[in-house]
């Protein structure tokens, strides 16, 4: 490997697209898709995971997209995505949203050099060292999981439909009540998430949990009685009065 | 943007919510960014048979629409088309493969136009065994027999013609209707469904004295004996009545067969035309001559023959029904035009002969029948009609549009459907709101109006020219449409759908609540089910899906994530 390049993966959405221009770093591997509401958070937090240094995603400028909204969607998912990064310890800037236009007036080789700029600036991805590595890639792996769990995917996939509309009751949700609610959510997620990466190895205790965590007893055995209830966890054994839990495979 | 879970409607760009056929512009236009010819014309095939002969005449509607012009002026998407399809004819005729008849039901369709012919093609494809008969010694009706050959050659009509044939079509020349056969005839010889595609043949007449004088012909008759090559004699001057695109036919035809003037008398004024303004400009081009405001009250004889034309000034008045101002008649105002030929172009009303006794609709003014506007049925079972006989004198692509709806209606008719239900509707979007940052690039690929004699190298050099410029055009599209079913040729979207994997969907309904197009519905199972001719296939859904249970056919997640990883190595 070339010591000194740095993995992106640039998400492109084919409308923003424009081949002539594309004189950019080697150092950016551009994936096109038909539209970049295509991308999955679980797809991103991936790549992460396997050791690129930063995503970016470029997309229409809104209010223009050839799939109505596609655009405003991608948006929605990096909000989230950012404040899962942020708990797994990694940066939030490696991920850039770009709107772009093939009519611009930069080209997108300068906004390509510009993030690659940014990117060596917060250096090599953590999880390219080793020393860092082991504990982080846990962060990484339960944030990816979490993304592609049921229920981030599902308030990620209502959001517009909440903050927008209203429920079958009639309410509606402000945009901060939403934010309130996600960033609560993914909180829940992530530990559920770490928990569940955690105890996949070997059976801890709650006590060693909390540990892990830096979290309250408490708070870990409720989590740990959630995730019973949906079949994420299991009791493992007891070593004298202490129970062990133990992950179960997820479908 | 509210999002609208209607199922059958399809939501399209301008161009193709402009266009009564919806012809695929915005498809053919980014193929021909990409310089794919060949799939251009196809796709154009695939809405209509007609890419060489609408690339010529058509009065492009697509082109009103089109997006472009709130930036600068619109794409030239008519040139374009002519481009293609000619770059093809040019690269030797394509010869298509004849499509098996799935069908035994037989069907007629009376009248090789414009509505025939494509409700003829459009079976074909179907898998019907179709009959076109025709009166006339050739097919192609009006695009052969009243548009002259300097606007549409003839060979153009009968190579696209050709092609229809090719396809498995039965075309019968010199059958008349009423006379031959008829719709009795035709039932018991086993035709299972009838398409009427009469059109309106009869010239309109003038209504004032003095018409029977030698030497007032009908615009539609003159173009016709021009056409089929008789000896047509033009005066030294001649007078076209009337305004709209057979006028400027007819004057120009007469000037081109040595008529030292030609002048064409217009009611209204120029605003008011019905012509299509290249055309006037290309009349007067050659030299025809134009008064407006101005309607005849009668035409003056001598010894049997045209001497003069007596008109009366007009001035306009309120706008009437049609939102053109009605024209007044301005007393004492009577003025006389030495001419020796007029040529009344006032359009044209189906022959009363030429309608079956059982349909003819006796209470309207002019011979016409009584036509379901959506089903283009008749008070006949199974007996269907469309085209001119149904709108009055239209345009071509209009007739193909109609075609195309009886095709629809007839299969669903044989093949015991509702007719009615269900029928497409169609909506028009943009996903360009913003003009603000679009760049100005002046419109400026026309096809040249005639074509230089050259060479063969010349004319190779000059075709490829043609093709540059016109990809440059093509690049003036904004593909502002909702979607690409343009790049259909590409790797990353052909046919690219999402697919539901029903073992792991559990009603959730977010997928339709993601998706911007409302393909996605849950079925009586609770369960997503993905309308295919909704799906535009940018896979948001499957991005979105809690249970990943959509996937899309072309693109999954794991083939995106091994792009994205391709290149990290270790």
Redesign the interface.
Known sequence: ?EADKY?I?C?MC??AFCQEEMQIPSDL?I?????I???????IL??FE???YGVMLVG??P????????NL?TER?VKMLRKLLKLTGLETERIKLLWY?P??EKTFAYYAKKFLKEIKEIGFSPLRREAQKSKLLVNVLAAKNAA????L??L???E??LTEGVNVYGEKLSVEEFDALLDEIVTEEFVRHKIHVLTKTEPLSVKALADVLEMKTANVLRHIVNMRRKNMIALDHVEGTTPLYKALEVK | ?TKDHRTNVRKLPPCRNACPARVNVQGYVSLLQRGKLEEAVELIRQDMPFPAICGRVCFSPCEDACARTNVDQAVAIRAIKRLVADVEREHGKVKPKPIPKVHNERVAVIGAGPAGLTAAYELAKLGYPVTVFEGMAEPGGMMRYCIPEFRLEKFVVANEIEYIRDLGVEIKTGIKFGKDITINSLKKDGYKAIFLAIGTQQGMKLNVPGEDFDGVVNAVDFLRDVALGKQVDVGETVAVVGGGNSAIDAARTAKKLGAKEVLILYRRSREEMPALPYEVAEAERDGVKFHFLVAPKQIVGENGKVKAIECIRMRLGEPDESGRRRPVPINLSEHQYKVDMVIPALGQVAEATSIPEELLDKTSRTPSMQIDPVTLETKMQGVFAGGDIATGPASIIEAVGAGKKAAVSIHRYLQGMDLRSGREEVEE?T????WG???KKERRYEPPVEKPRLSFEEAREYLENLKRHAMFEAFRCL?C????EC?ANLE??EG?KAVVDEALCIG?N??A??C??GAIKKNEKEIAQVNEDLC?????C???????AIT?KK?P?ER??S????????
């Not at chain 1, 994936?31 to 539209?35: L, T």
């Open positions: 490997m993995n993966v998400f084919n409308w591997n994936v096109r898709v038909m539209c509401g295509r991308i999955d958070p679980a797809i991936e790549t396997k050791g690129v229409c400028k209010p223009d997209c050839h799939y109505i909204d596609g969607q998912a236009s009519t611009d592609s769990d049921f229920r995917r599902v990620l996939g209502r517009k439909e | 943007m979007t996903w360009v709101k913003n940052y679009i760049n593909g449409g909702p979607c690409a790049l990353l979207c690219d959730c977010v997928c609540v993601v911007p197009f535009k296939g940018c896979g948001i499957a991005a979105r899906c809690p249970e990943k899309m693109l997640n995106i994530l792009l994205a990883l391709a290149t990290v190595k270790g």
